[in-house]
């Protein structure tokens, strides 16, 4: 059989062993290679292996890199199906090939005997040589690959090749929602291996609770000792067990101690990290206490190099994650570069380590021919397992194993399992596609309901191995565009079922990647076949910004809540392990969004899981609607931010908004110059629509239902989309009706009917329009007309004004967008932004930038002028320079060109977001549905202050 198409593991290497760096000489391969693409094996130049092979005229390419980020190919994005036609082992004919040499020197000093050469991840298949030799074939392209080169080096000249495959066989085992790139896209590094040195090791240091003291023995060859200067261990046989009183590791306070293993030929440096994982009482737990998973699901990704990811780059992940109150990553679906795992250690995650294997192809066709049970693929998923846990058994941050995603059942990933269970007890074992949890420790579950989740909280399962068994989603909140909705409601059960311990929201970051004006998705690289947009679904933009998505998560997962009691505020502390000694409490009172006081808060260290209550501070007099924020703040800096770090806060209101003035007589309405004049505002005669404001030319408002649509709105998971239904129902396309215009008297009352072409149901709407002064009054009263069906996108106006208008400031809910099912993360205050920072820049243009629970919002151009809406009591709104319409119709962020207009959506209600997208729909109490609605808002022209 081809070696391409070979299921079982490659050839030639190495056994598998730690990631892990000493003091013996190491050479990074890294750097500019020779790279030639040909379109099939056929097609690929023979002899590369060859010294004399001349290779002047290929390109060069950096290593790490994927190939079709550098112009050789193209990307091409699926999520479940394969690119390829699925005739297990076998792969097409026409089959990219990437050759790559690379000549290198030896330093002057690189010592003589065996070496190691290291590839860290090669997709999907590579054949090696050296110096005209072959060392061997690799698959499993996210997991590392050793060759013994010391007989083969030389001081001059070697001669390194790899010629890399698109496809192979194990690209059936490697369908994981993602990008389809090819290349050596880790590191490569040349180990020099001394005699007598530490070829591996595993520390095993655990931690009991009860006593407080660690144990650390680390299973490795002879002649090995420990030293932790910190403890004054010195000189200690490495493989005896060492008690002694330590700090725990978790990831809330990451303690490790610094160490070195060593021999008299090697020392290896070591960071050891004290902890216990064990499953009691149905729940899982470090040291002795539950966990609530606050996690993510996390991809791999860069928008310019793809899966090449920086050490920089995979910090600015961990620190985003740690300052958003995220406490765990699941590392969808594949082990990470190990340089993660060790970021990982040091500033605290609890990982679920995934192995690299997903045959969700295999889905659509009812898993007929499934790897996952066939014997010919028992040794391929055996060695990927085998690979990743002894690459990262030494990481304290690796509390579970997973055997994959997505590959349904069999006796291969049952044998996994036992392997895992022999090899390493001290972790449970994970894999969501194991329903029955015949192998698996934990109940895992993606996108369940929320009712779901109750019932298994409730221990109500019919399958009793199930219902013994701590519960994870290991992917929910589905973070696809505008939303997820709903998370506050997951939380609320996690909390409340102990056997319930939280999730992964997927994922991390969009996979955009980046072209000309905007990032592209599946489709954009003229696949064939593609699923579009569905990999743009992260809690980050591409360029790694965090969207409004990632700010509500990290409130509703705050690991410090604060909140009104009946003496006073009460802090909770939801930590799992630490008090809140290490927090600094402050309080800011705002009167209508202005700060009038502030102080610090005298709270008392609460331990994890408890709460205190504490007295208001003495507050001075508001003369308005007046907050009290209360932030729990870092005292001092750590690895992952810097004092007054805010991880936690919460808001109580303090006086209401002063009763109304009596309002001055109304004024008349007249005509005059063919139009209608009422106070402030000219409307037209013929259909009562405002046509200026001051000396504002405006147009509306007018009642409206429709909404750019959502991915979630458009999202088939929880069933029928409510897209299909809104366009079904013409909600897209409404039509306006002037059934009167009474302009007699104090009013200007317009009656109409708002309906969509070919169907009789619609909205009646009638305004009252009112004049005091300078401000008009605007009393909407909408009422169904016939059978009007399901949910409506929103309900509300929308007004058109001049787009000079570029300035918003209101007071409300903010800084950022919400929406009825996402709002935990907007504050009441007063903000101001651009029109163009209101908008959010979803790679997949829809709807996005509302504002909700506003008192007043005012519009204004560079000279002050502009006009200012003021709810009774509040509204929602969006400001934007280009209508729902276009906003529907764009496909990418640089589509939407600015108008010379602003368009503003005033709401009394939204339908909310929910995750359908991948996941449940907008739960019942979040639907808009149509009813008999009346609100009121009020308009004035507003000149420079």
Known sequence: MPYLEDPGPGRGSVPARAAFTSDAPALSLNGTWRFRLSPGLAAAPAGIEGDDFDDSAWDELPVPSLWQLHGHGRPAYTNVRYPFPVDPPHVPSDNPTGDHRLRFDLPADWPAGSALLRFDGIDSC?????????????????????FEVGPLLRPHGNVLAVRVHQWSAGSYLEDQDMWWLSGIFRGVTLLARPDGGIGDYWVRADYDHTTGLGTVQVETGPDVVLDIPELEIAGHPAGEPLALPVEPWTAETPRLYDGILSTVAERVPVRIGFRTVSIEDGQLKVNGRRLLLRGVNRHEHDPRTGRVVSPETALADVLLMKRHNVNAVRTSHYPPDPAFLELCDTH?????????????????????????????????????MRRTVERDKNRPSVILWSLGNESHTGENLARMADWVRHRDPTRPIHY?????????????????????????????????????????????????????????????????????????????????????????????????????????????????????????????????????GASGIVVRNHHDFVTTAHLTFTWTLEDEGITVAQGVLDVPSVPSGQSVSVPLPVLPATGGESWLTVSAALASATAWAPAGHVVGWGQLPVSAAPAAAPLPPRGPVF?????????????????????????????????????????NDRGTFAGRPDADQWREAGLHRMQHRVIAVDADGEELVVRTRVAPPALPSGLLADYTWTAFDDRLRLRVAVTPDGEFPGTL????????????????????????????????????????RSVDGLQTPYVFPQENGNRTAVRWARLTAPDGHGIQVDGDPVFDFTARRWTAAELEAARHTDDLVPGELVHL????????????????????????VPQKTEFTLWFRAVRSR
């Open 671 to 711: 005509r005059t110059g063919g139009r209608l004049v009422l106070g402030a505002g000219a409307f037209d005669p013929a259909t009562g629509v405002l046509t200026s404001l001051g000396e504002h030319a405006v147009h509306g408002p007018r009642l409206d239902v429709w909404r750019a649509t959502t991915d």
């Open 905 to 928: 959506t005033l709401d009394v209600a939204q339908h909310g977001l929910g995750s359908a997208s991948c996941g449940p729909g907008v739960l019942p109490r979040y639907r808009l």
């Open 348 to 384: 605290g995650l609890w990982v679920i380590d995934e192995c690299d294997l997903e045959t969700h192809g295999f889905e659509p066709l009812g898993w007929a021919g499934n790897p996952s049970s066939d014997p010919i693929w028992a040794d391929a998923y055996l060695d990927r």
């Open 126 to 146: 590579g054949r090696i040589w050296l110096n005209g030799t072959e060392l061997g074939v690799t698959r499993g392209s996210r997991l590392p690959a050793e």
């Open 793 to 832: 996108p929103r309900l509300g106006l929308t007004m058109a004004v001049p787009g000079a208008f570029g300035a918003a400031e209101w007071f409300g809910g903010g800084p950022g967008e919400a929406y009825p099912d996402s709002r935990q993360a907007a504050r009441i205050g007063r903000f101001s």
């Open 432 to 564: 969501e596609g194991d329903h029955e949890c015949a192998y698996v420790d934990v109940h895992s579950r993606m996108y369940a309901t929320h009712e779901e989740v109750e019932r298994i909280g409730r221990r109500e399962d019919d399958n009793a191995r199930r219902r013994d068994l701590p519960f994870v989603l290991c992917e929910y909140g589905h973070a696809m565009g505008n939303g997820p909705g709903g998370l506050l409601e997951y939380r609320e059960l996690f909390e409340r079922y102990p056997n319930c311990q939280g999730g992964f929201v997927w994922e991390w970051i969009d996979h955009g990647l980046a072209a000309d004006e905007h990032f592209a998705y599946g489709g954009d690289f003229g696949e064939p076949i593609h699923d579009g947009n569905f990999v743009i679904d992260g809690l980050l933009f591409p360029d790694r910004t965090p969207s409004p998505s990632l700010a509500e998560f990290a409130k509703i997962i705050e690991p410090v809540r604060i909140s009104a």
